[in-house]
């Protein structure tokens, strides 16, 4: 379950502050995968970056036992210099893998990304598809409660796009999946409820279709 | 997952930083990692030449020597201070994972400069050795304590810059500024003794000044600690650690958001 109490975001602009969320308590039960809907800065991925701990509400607070990932399709957080296999090491020593686990990872992250040779060398000599080829692998080698996928579902050309929805899929037989997107179709597909922000106003929709219609509604 | 302390969860995020880290700055086809060597052996062998030539050799110690701890210590501040400058926005990617906290940069950063002085300070007394110089320092255990102390003061001194100089950063160029001529105004390659009072006051600002003197005093026998202001140093030390600290916790959370 996840908890969100009185939760207050903003942003400052020139303009005054920016409301993204005012004053919103609700909470999303155990076990459904989430769709967040809205239109562009309406604080969809602010939302998902609140529930995966890495900002923080200006009021209020969001509350769960869960771990969450990352955000998925993070391609960020690699260091150029350094090889996709000395990245992908970084990740695994700071969530504590030991030594066996980190060389499980690498293997499966490897053979997943299809880099090949191209695993051994830095990353600032990869093409921007292999990066996120590399970071989708990556984020499937770990587990989580909570996967968060911020519209990274499309990484690739169609045959890679494929095989990664297969194991996205394959994935959340076994946890549950926080996702945003403007792909209606993604999101009925995977998705069980949604969650709408408008005009700072959250509504949460215990079935994905309400959600979508009154996404729908929106941008009438 | 696997439920981990939070102390456990720090200690494997700085071993992880500090690893990569190394590896960035290491990695083959770098000139960084000759010039890690060659920097503190061309400022040892510049001073040392210019001191003979202008003064000739006679002096009560070795003046290499001398002139070596000093840039150990001053190599070791300059590069704490720097590094933590330029860390939480070199590494600002990363606080998209949640275990990562902007101060684990930082420490991660420090135990890098403290291991190359300690490979540098090995090959000079490794060198020293072959070439018989009088290595023998009075008080080692006096010289120790001090480098501690320099550590902790330049990684206080660094926090407090590089969270203030991640809001504004107008504040990091002024440090930058300031830490120019710090080189010939920190009593590296000369003792304030040998100054006239109205420069050894004014150096005196300086607390770098004051870790050198106290880093030579216990060094050599025929040098004292006389323009050693504990106190003065204690006040360094403590007000930018503390202050920085503060600052640190109040302002992380948005650091990491930023």
Known sequence: ?220 | MKVRSSWEIQKSVIYALFLREVNVRFSAGKIGYVWVFLEPLLQILIFVSVKILLFGKRSSFDYAVFITVGFIGYNLFRHIVNNSMSAFKSNKALFAYKQVKPIDTLIARLLVEIMIMGVIALVFIIVGFYFSYDMNPENLGMILITFVWLIIFAFGFGLFVSVIGFFFTSFTKVVKLVMMPLMFISAIFYTLADLPPSAQQLLSINPLVHFMELIHASYFHSLTDQFVNYTYMLIWTAIPLYIGLRLYVRLSKAIVSQ
């Open chain 1, 1 to 220: 379950m996840i908890e969100l109490k009185n939760v207050t975001k903003y942003f400052r602009t020139p303009h005054g502050k920016k409301y993204l969320l005012k004053d919103v308590s609700f909470s999303i039960p155990e076990g459904v995968n989430v769709g967040i809907f809205g239109r562009n800065g309406a604080g969809k991925s602010t939302l998902m970056r609140m529930l995966g701990r890495i900002e923080f509400p200006n009021f209020g607070e969001i509350i769960s036992k869960k771990s969450f990932s990352w955000p998925m399709g993070l391609s960020g957080g690699f260091q150029g210099d350094m090889t996709g296999r000395a990245n992908v090491k970084f990740v695994c020593r700071i969530y504590g893998k030991d030594r066996d686990d980190i060389e499980k990872a690498l293997e499966f992250v490897k053979d997943f990304s299809e880099l090949g040779d191209y695993f051994d060398m830095p990353i600032k000599t990869y093409s921007s598809g292999m990066k996120s080829r590399l970071s989708f692998g990556l984020s499937l080698a770990f587990d989580f409660d909570y996967l968060l996928i911020d519209e990274t579902l499309s990484v690739g050309d169609k045959r890679f796009k494929k095989k990664s929805k297969d194991a996205l899929m394959r994935k959340i037989e076994r946890c549950n999946v926080l996702l945003v997107s403007h792909d209606m179709g993604t999101l009925k597909e995977i998705c069980d409820v949604g969650i709408v922000l408008n005009n700072a106003k959250l509504h949460y929709c215990d079935n994905i279709k309400d959600a979508v219609t009154m996404y729908d509604n929106i941008n009438k």
